[in-house]
């Protein structure tokens, strides 16, 4: 099995071979693991790859198949987690240098103990920049990670490194984590299909009323059968939700005639987007039209600057997290997000109260303005991308050219990212997709919409391109 032939297969295919016998799991595992000797050197999408677990993973996962005992539709395929996914006896740094002594995790978060209970074959984690807090591939403890579509652009983050392994064929799938569009960013960049689903939809620790957990894929099939996994229950979450018992990966297809569909191109606020990512979302919206939806421009949401809020309470967060790191030097914390989170020190309670009110009316006003619709498209990012080497677009607000995708954390509503286009540099443009509340399911079906549209074809950067 070649490293081309490991990029064509999606979970699907790969559980239909394993149940044909066709091919087996540990047959897959070990081209990936070849495969990753290879490239992740290059990419620097991985750490803590454990081969001799992930053997015995693919073993049992090749018994049961031959027993005709799956476990589900993850069964035996090659998974990746996020750093910021606790794993019992694997490494929990955080994207820190400061951390790099941490202990070893003591418990499975719920992803992580779904995916197993699964089946999956979980052989590395992924890198991520510091605290999860800049959308970049850049972090104090793993470096830079670099985008395989050219090794001198961005991954975007932070969920870096599942970005960049999945779309070099390092795994079929990978669970990341997302606070401002951190699976979706580094989708839109890398030309993936990711999902932040509907706040409380996948389980995760510590309890988070902005931060979820998300699948990451090469396609929309295997982000959907990586919900079905891990968009199970689980009591320590306080804020999750009861599952919906949905085979979501089999319930793609749907008729859209009729349904109503606002093509959002300006936010009101934050960098605008570029002409190139504008029409990619316009030829995406034209697509959805042809197949019958109802589509129509929406005006800019905001007429003042919404991200200044969920910026003050991220840096409140990044301070917080930053005096409780062991004893460190300098160079142990990314400087952009040290200096970015140090005016936190001066905010007083009554100031992180208005924060939160202030989040409070905006909530109100996006509900308000996506309520015409079922759906809403937008770009994922309002730039195609920038040096792999830059923490962010700019250092005064790191997070600020989250846009697009930052606003719907705070609105619970479930929204993906489908790569819909390129650039004349062959360079992703990803197309988010909102949805109403609990509509995890319907924002995949339009996802899945875009991209069998889709009007380019993906060769993806099995060896990544200069």
């Not at 955080?94 to 003591?106: E, K, L, M, Q, V």
């Not at 992580?112 to 999956?120: C, D, H, I, N, P």
């Not at 050219?150 to 990978?174: M, P, R």
């Not at 606070?179 to 509907?198: D, E, M, N, W, Y």
Request: a negative charge; charged letters at 20%; glycine letters at 10%.
């Amino acid at each position: 099995m070649t490293a081309h032939d490991l990029a064509a297969f999606s979970a699907g295919s790969l559980t239909d071979a394993y149940q044909r016998g066709a091919l087996s799991p540990v047959e897959v595992l070990e081209a990936t693991l070849a495969h990753t000797e290879a490239v992740n050197p290059v990419v620097n999408a991985l750490f803590s790859v454990r081969p001799e677990e992930a053997r015995a993973a693919a073993r049992a996962s090749e018994t049961r198949w031959r027993a005709g005992t799956p476990l589900g539709p993850l069964d035996g395929v090659p998974t990746t987690v996020k750093d910021s996914v606790a794993m019992v006896g694997w490494p929990y740094f955080h994207g820190i240098g400061a951390n790099r002594d941490a202990p070893a995790s003591t418990f499975d978060s719920p992803p992580a103990a779904r995916l197993k209970e699964g089946g999956a074959v979980i052989f590395a984690k992924t890198t991520m920049p510091d605290g999860g807090l800049l959308a970049a591939g850049v972090s104090s403890l793993f470096g830079i990670t670099r985008n395989p579509w050219g090794l001198a652009f961005n991954t975007g983050g932070s969920s870096a490194g599942a970005g960049a392994s999945l779309a070099c064929g390092l795994g079929v799938v990978s669970v990341g984590s997302d606070i401002a569009g951190s699976v979706r960013l580094p989708a839109g960049h890398c030309g993936l299909a990711a999902l932040k689903p509907t706040q409380g939809r996948i389980a995760h620790l510590s309890s988070d009323i902005m931060r979820s957990a998300g699948p990451m894929g090469r396609t929309i099939g295997d982000i959907a059968a990586m919900l079905t996994v891990i968009g199970q229950p689980d009591s320590r979450d306080a804020w999750c939700l009861p599952g919906e018992g949905i085979a979501y990966q089999d319930r793609l297809d749907r008729d859209l005639t009729g349904v109503r569909i606002g093509v959002l191109t300006d936010m009101g606020f934050g960098p605008k987007a570029e002409a190139a990512v504008i029409a990619v979302v316009e030829a995406a919206g034209r697509a959805l039209a042809g197949m019958g939806a109802i589509v129509e421009p929406m005006p800019a949401l905001m007429d003042f600057d919404a991200y200044a809020a969920i910026d003050r309470v991220l840096q409140v967060r990044g301070l917080a997290e930053y005096r409780a790191l062991p004893p460190h030097g300098p160079g142990d914390v990314t400087a952009t997000v040290f200096d970015w989170c140090k005016p936190a020190e001066h905010y007083t309670a009554l100031d992180q109260s208005a924060a939160m009110l202030e989040i409070a009316r905006i909530r109100a006003r996006v509900f308000a303005a996506c309520d015409g619709f079922d759906y809403v498209i937008s770009p994922t990012l309002p730039m195609v991308n920038f040096a792999a080497e830059a923490p962010c677009v700019d250092p005064a607000v790191p997070l600020g050219h989250a846009t697009f995708t930052a606003l719907f954390n705070q609105t619970g509503q479930p929204a993906s990212s489908v790569c819909f286009g390129f650039d004349d540099r062959r360079l992703p443009i990803g197309v988010q997709v909102v949805g109403q509340r609990f509509d995890d399911l319907g924002v995949l079906q339009v996802s899945r919409a875009l991209e069998t549209a889709r009007p380019a074809p993906m060769d993806w950067p099995v060896e990544p391109r200069a």
